[in-house]
Nanobody, 125 residues
Framework: QVQLVESGGGLVQPGGSLRLSCAAS????????IAWFRQVPGKEREGVSC????????YYADSVKGRFTISRDNAKNTVFLQMNSLKPEDTAVYYC??????????????????WGQGTQVTVSS
């Protein structure tokens, strides 16, 4: 069964850090483009970061550049999102997604074949 499972969300104070994990089962992540999106109620899903398997490039939304880092651990079949200097506006449900083409984009959610169930991140004092 093909599945993506996110974990690592939680409640953190402003300025704190979290590391989200996206673990795959039923397929191998290393040939897929992987992205992190986030969504708050009443708003569209927003692309946060992605990593391409075709050329190894990574991309970040301007709002998280310099604070978030996406990385892969192929041995663990997992992609991580390290989030530092968290702000209240980072509060959202975070989803990971996989694209069979190996490319990635944070502009749109359409190319992604597989999605996780999401993990809640709340930044509040």
């Amino acid at each position: 069964q093909v599945q993506l499972v996110e974990s690592g969300g939680g409640l953190v104070q402003p300025g704190g850090s979290l590391r989200l994990s996206c673990a795959a089962s039923g397929f191998t992540l290393d040939s897929y483009g992987i992205a992190w999106f986030r969504q708050v109620p009443g708003k569209e899903r927003e692309g946060v970061s992605c990593t391409s398997s075709t050329d190894g490039r990574t991309y970040y939304a301007d709002s998280v550049k310099g604070r978030f880092t996406i990385s892969r651990d192929n041995a663990k079949n997992t992609v991580f999102l390290q989030m530092n200097s968290l702000k209240p506006e980072d509060t959202a449900v975070y989803y990971c997604a996989a694209d069979l083409s190996g490319y990635c984009t944070i502009v749109a959610a359409l190319p992604y074949e597989y999605w996780g169930q999401g993990t809640q991140v709340t930044v509040s004092s």
